[in-house]
């Protein structure tokens, strides 16, 4: 079962259930050690991510740098950063 200290903003992670089951995101938030905030710039925008809890997805090895550093930085994620961010995902690993 996956914990939030394994989860870093900016994470790659595919929902295992509801209604969005099998598709990826980005963790744009931790709020707690039980549920995080995700994006994928399409069917949940910025401007309206998801509440997920932790043991609802599971996690790729990959951290999209770009999502991280402006997080860090304060600056603006948008929409389209994160839709391309996963689809150079979806594009570099193709998914099952």
């Known amino acids: 079962m996956l914990d939030t200290k394994e989860l870093k903003i900016g994470q790659f992670v595919r929902s295992k259930a509801g209604r969005d089951k099998g598709r990826v995101f980005i963790i744009v938030e931790v709020i707690d050690d039980q549920y995080v905030i995700v994006a994928d710039g399409d069917l949940r925008r ?3 991510p998801k509440k997920k809890k932790v043991k609802h997805l599971s996690k790729y090895n990959l951290v999209s740098e ?7 930085q304060n600056m603006t994620i948008t ?4 839709r391309t961010e996963i689809d150079k995902l979806e594009t570099d690993r193709p998914i099952e």
Not at 66 to 72: D, E, G, H, P, V
Not at 79 to 82: E, G, T, Y
Request: hydrophobic share 50%; aromatic share 0%.
């Open 46 to 48: 910025i401007g309206n």
């Open 66 to 72: 770009l999502i991280a550093r402006r997080n860090n």
């Open 79 to 82: 929409n389209l950063m994160l």
